[in-house]
């Protein structure tokens, strides 16, 4: 099974090109900081891995997705290889999207929070009589 589950910030606005005839496709390439868990004395903090988006996905990453944003995202990872102008060989990893949504919501930064009415404690009342009601009494 190859699946990756991933969370992080845009590194920067997606690069969205599109392929070339008849019917072309829109292909978005973007890179995703990922925080660590764990941090260890002289180790980076984040990973940043690579992502591609084809057709509907990728203009949807076009229109909404800007750095710094946080987004979810999951996929499978492709690994490949090319020989750059040196005569080098070049091995890659990304992560090719199947899902791709935000992961926070988008606030005005000068807007207060909404809370609850009775906010309370956090938990709701139970109304009377309703425990005759509830199967695992």
């Known amino acids: 099974m190859n699946k990756v ?6 590194t ?9 005839g008849d019917n072309s496709t829109a ?15 002289n180790e980076p903090t984040a990973d940043f891995v ?3 988006a084809f057709g509907k996905a990728a203009e949807f990453a076009e229109k909404w997705f800007r750095q710094g944003m946080q987004v979810a995202i999951s ?11 040196e005569g080098r060989k070049i091995y890659t990893t990304e992560v090719v ?11 005005d930064g000068n807007a207060p929070v909404p809370q609850p009415a009775d906010a309370g404690d956090g938990f709701m009342n139970i109304p009377d009589g309703i425990e005759d009601n509830i199967p695992f009494n």
């Open 5 to 10: 589950i991933l969370m992080g910030r845009l």
């Open 12 to 20: 920067r606005d997606p690069e969205v090109r599109y392929s070339a």
């Open 27 to 41: 292909v978005a390439r973007y890179t995703l900081a990922v925080n660590r868990r764990f941090k260890r004395d």
């Open 50 to 52: 690579p992502c591609v």
């Open 75 to 85: 996929g499978r990872i492709q690994t490949g290889s090319y020989t750059n102008r």
């Open 97 to 107: 999207l199947e899902e791709q949504e935000f992961a926070e919501s988008k606030r």
